[in-house]
């Protein structure tokens, strides 16, 4: 499983982290504490998106046992109590709506002119 945070939420820890003095030169997880697996992040994507989809496993893509962590969900407790920090959006409804937002952003062609996915650029 995975915690998915909106990239607003992330942007608004990052301003967060610089606005403060706190927490210098340590560890501060942002995450929204919601955990799900990447399957139902497919299914939830083909959902909003109205599609009908299968997801197939390739043997040779998958990891042998022990090299992937299998959960990975941040406690955030650390940017809430030092920045007051909180992710907007949480739980599945607050992923479904990041999700949705993201869906709409990919599928503006005005949007797509600026992505290029082919390319590697900061």
């Given at each position: 499983?995975?915690?998915?945070?909106?990239?607003?939420?992330?942007?608004?820890?990052?301003?967060?982290?610089?606005?403060?003095?706190?927490?210098?030169?340590?560890?501060?997880?942002?995450?929204?504490?919601?955990?799900?697996?990447?399957g139902?992040?497919?299914?939830?994507?083909a959902?909003?998106?109205?599609?009908?989809?299968?997801?197939?496993?390739?043997?040779?893509?998958?990891r042998?046992?022990?090299?992937?962590?299998?959960?990975?969900?941040a406690?955030?407790?650390?940017?809430?109590?030092?920045?007051?920090?909180?992710?907007?959006l949480?739980?599945?409804?607050?992923?479904?709506?990041?999700?949705?937002?993201?869906?709409e952003w990919?599928?503006?062609?005005t949007?797509?002119?600026?992505?290029?996915?082919?390319?590697?650029?900061?």
């Amino acid at each position: 499983t995975r915690d998915f945070t909106y990239v607003a939420d992330t942007v608004r820890g990052f301003m967060a982290a610089l606005d403060s003095d706190s927490c210098l030169g340590e560890a501060v997880n942002l995450g929204s504490g919601f955990e799900i697996s990447i399957g139902e992040i497919a299914s939830i994507i083909a959902a909003l998106m109205e599609v009908k989809i299968e997801i197939l496993a390739d043997p040779k893509r998958v990891r042998p046992m022990a090299s992937e962590v299998e959960r990975l969900v941040a406690d955030a407790r650390k940017a809430s109590e030092a920045w007051n920090w909180q992710p907007h959006l949480v739980g599945r409804d607050g992923l479904c709506q990041g999700l949705q937002t993201t869906i709409e952003w990919f599928t503006d062609p005005t949007n797509l002119a600026f992505y290029k996915p082919d390319i590697y650029s900061l």
